[in-house]
């Protein structure tokens, strides 16, 4: 595994657009490095390639992903509706945007600036909408949600992927330290629990949700454990706000490497996706 740059980035607050640190470069390097680390995650991918298969993109298909990161699921899209469709990722963060545009040179992907809260897209003109861990960044979730149903066409098909972060399981370290650095992450998060709220959320934007809600337990690798960037910034955060002690954080993290070394670790955090179709045919 690549060294993590310096500026550790990972922890459920750091995609938030109003959060930015001083070193832009180093941000955009410890964000870039994570969103690879989860795209490589079999969890992940089986759970993207579920709603791929649930969206059925077509060619012709205008497609689009909300807060693209790095990008490489508009690509997916762009091969799918091709030739005469077009896929674009809407991302507001200038240096994932440029990463991802980057990634997709000699593809038809396209990205765009633009927030879940206020889409570029006219009403009524999009046929197939994803948008992944993006939902937990935002205060009020369902304004996106009421995006979505406008912007998608009559017979128009959406899947929200979000985790709810109530859903942490970790074996190693003090189970009661382990309360009290989530009860902390969710104080810091905007919609900590995403996941369990986005089918009410697009039912009360109009759609109408497929009974089958996709998940996948995104379970770390020994691998990442075993020099965890996951929970350093936690465990330094928790000892700022004081919610747990400084020999605490550091016993945690000492029975979280051990038991990752050892072959035995296991910290996980589960994924929902829920698909949705507009009314109307297409
Ligand atoms: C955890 S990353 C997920 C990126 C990508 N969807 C993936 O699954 O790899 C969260 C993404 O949401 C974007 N984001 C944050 N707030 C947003 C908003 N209000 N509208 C659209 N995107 C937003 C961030 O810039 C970042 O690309």
């Given at each position: ?148 149903a406008?912007?998608l066409a009559p017979g128009g ?50 759609l ?68 949705g179709d507009k009314p109307g045919?297409?």
């Amino acid at each position: 595994m690549d060294e993590l740059p310096e500026a550790v980035a990972l922890t459920p607050t750091s995609f938030r657009t109003d959060h930015r640190t001083a070193d832009a470069e180093a941000e955009l390097a410890s964000l870039v490095f994570v969103l690879d680390l989860q795209a490589a995650n079999p969890a992940v991918r089986r759970l993207r390639a579920w709603a791929r298969d649930e969206l059925a993109a077509r060619p012709g298909d205008t497609a689009v992903d909300v807060g693209a990161g790095t990008g490489e699921e508009v690509q997916a899209l762009a091969s799918l509706v091709w030739p005469t469709g077009r896929a674009v990722g809407v991302e507001p963060h200038a240096g994932l945007r440029a990463e991802a545009q980057r990634r997709a040179a000699g593809t038809s992907a396209t990205y765009v600036d633009g927030d879940a809260r206020a889409l570029p897209f006219e009403d009524g003109s999009v046929d197939v909408l994803r948008c992944e861990r993006v939902w937990q960044h935002l205060v009020d979730p369902q304004e996106a949600a009421d995006e979505v149903a406008r912007v998608l066409a009559p017979g128009g098909r959406v899947a929200v992927l979000d985790t709810d972060w109530s859903t942490v399981v970790g074996r190693a370290g003090d189970p009661d330290v382990q309360r009290r650095l989530n009860e902390s992450t969710w104080r810091r998060m905007a919609n900590p629990f995403a996941g369990r709220h986005l089918r009410a959320q697009l039912q009360r934007a109009g759609l109408t949700v497929r009974a089958d809600i996709g998940s996948s337990a995104l379970v770390m690798p020994d691998e990442v454990m075993a020099s965890p960037m996951m929970v350093d910034l936690d465990l330094r955060l928790g000892v700022e706000e004081g919610v747990v002690s400084q020999d605490e954080a550091d016993a945690y993290r000492q029975a979280v490497v051990e038991a990752a070394q050892r072959g035995e670790g296991f910290m996980a955090v589960t994924m929902f996706a829920v698909v949705g179709d507009k009314p109307g045919s297409g």
